[in-house]
């Protein structure tokens, strides 16, 4: 095992340039706490989205997903692994037991369909999501009805972004 030296002054910041090629940071700080509704993108009545990272390169994206109304969100099928964090109330899928509970984590495997369900007693629901490739939307016999992928994603933010008054290059922050 390599023996690791002790940093005598560990308050000393980094003292060597960055990679020249290297893209800035994303820093989001009132990413969930955001007063300014044009924050959040619309992609169905009551279904908003707040980007986080959306990366061009390795095809994923990271959001906050909120729903302001209960009900049926969505039946799709995911090629890769996704992640979950439940920020505020809770959710559950039609083809399974558990619930994702606020606080709670959720891994989805690759090749999973499932429903997202918003139950009667939640006005609000927002959870922090990776979805990584795509999100292929079906009908409860596998028929194809649509997708998402980063780059959906990112043509509907350049959408809202326009139409909200912060120009259409306001999502460029969020791309990687």
């Known amino acids: 095992m ?4 002790v940093d005598e002054n560990p308050r000393i910041p980094y003292q ?3 990679p020249p090629d290297a893209l800035p940071e994303i820093v989001v700080p009132d990413a969930v706490s955001a007063n300014d509704d044009r924050m959040w993108v619309r992609q169905a009545e009551h279904v908003f989205f707040r980007p986080l990272c959306l990366n061009v390169s390795q095809g994923y994206w990271m959001n906050l997903l909120k729903v302001t109304k209960s009900g049926v969100l969505s039946r799709h099928r995911h090629p890769n692994a996704v992640h979950g964090f439940v920020l505020k ?3 559950h899928y039609l083809e399974h037991d558990w619930v994702a509970e606020e606080g709670g984590y959720v891994y989805e495997p690759p090749g999973e369909t499932h429903t997202l369900v918003v139950p009667d007693d939640v006005d609000e629901m927002i959870t922090y999501f990776q979805v990584n490739g795509v999100m ?3 009908d409860p016999h596998g028929k194809h009805l649509g997708y998402e992928d980063v ?3 990112i043509d509907m933010c350049r959408a809202h972004f326009e139409k909200v008054g912060l120009g259409a ?8």
Do not use: A, S
């Open 2 to 5: 390599p023996v690791v030296e």
């Open 16 to 18: 060597l340039p960055m």
């Open 89 to 91: 109330g809770h959710w």
């Open 136 to 138: 292929y939307y079906v």
């Open 151 to 153: 780059f959906t994603k």
């Open 169 to 176: 290059d306001y999502v460029n922050q969020f791309i990687r």
